[in-house]
């Protein structure tokens, strides 16, 4: 269902099942891949022909070598996700990194640089890829878009940047810039809501109206980065 290409290497296609429901429709992958030689980004992909069951999208984890111990062993990160409407994306590894386009992605792929530490020889990075309501991989986005707006926010601008000065400017947190954006695509994608005809009294929302809520607010963000800042964004 699944490939992964990093810069430099074959197409990885050695793909391993965890999970499969009772109708026998896996849900749950992984791929195994090498931490050398260094690499700073990765594509996933639908293979030709997948199409993902209604409703739902395939959402990507990433495991690195030093990945911190939880619960049920060490973590993976979310990295966002791809589906039937848009059946690759490029991923940047590492963490804390400001937004970029797919366009500066595909450049940046080019030159990977060796500033990131060397791992030992023999670790592995573990991609997980997870099937799971769209629903539940638009919030899993939306924090995510938090996290990087935070980030960016916090970095200090160069003399060169145009920067928008505000009144009495406070701090925004993490959670409140989550619960803002959760706050907008729930806005957006409520008038798409339908009746689900397998489970009476539940909703869902079609994943191309999400799609279309991602456009539109990524259009948003580039034209008023700081709405999410203040109060009155809607």
């Known amino acids: 269902m699944f490939s992964v290409v990093i810069p430099g290497r074959p197409c990885l296609t050695d793909i391993a099942v965890l999970d499969a429901q009772p109708n026998g429709q896996a849900t749950k992958f992984t791929f195994t891949i090498p931490a050398q030689p260094a690499f700073n980004h990765l594509?996933?992909?639908?293979?030709?022909g997948t199409v993902l069951p209604p409703d739902t999208a395939a959402a990507i984890y990433l495991q690195s070598p030093n990945a911190k111990p939880g619960p049920n062993g060490p973590e993976f990160k979310f990295l966002g996700a791809i589906?039937?409407?848009?059946p690759s994306a490029i991923f940047k590894v590492g963490s804390g990194q400001p937004r970029r386009t797919e366009a500066q992605e595909e450049d940046e792929m080019l030159d990977e640089d060796t500033t990131r530490p060397?791992?030992?020889?023999?670790?592995?990075y573990v991609l997980g890829i997870s099937i799971e309501p769209a629903q539940n991989v638009a919030q899993q986005m939306a924090a995510l878009e938090a996290s990087r707006a935070q980030t960016q926010s916090a970095q200090p601008s160069s003399s060169t940047d145009l920067v928008r000065m505000t009144p009495q400017a406070k701090q925004i947190t993490t959670k409140t810039l989550a619960q803002r954006i959760i706050g907008n695509a729930f806005n957006f994608l409520a008038s798409f809501a339908e009746?689900?005809?397998?489970?009476?009294?539940?909703?869902v929302v079609p994943l191309k109206s999400f799609r279309d809520w991602w456009t539109k607010f990524e259009r948003?963000?580039?034209?008023?980065?700081?709405?999410?800042?203040?109060?009155?964004q809607v």
């Open 195 to 203: 009746s689900n005809p397998n489970k009476q009294g539940e909703e």
């Open 118 to 124: 060397l791992e030992a020889p023999n670790s592995q």
């Open 83 to 86: 589906g039937n409407e848009k």
């Open 220 to 232: 948003r963000i580039e034209m008023d980065p700081s709405f999410l800042e203040r109060d009155e």
């Open 43 to 48: 594509v996933v992909f639908l293979l030709p």
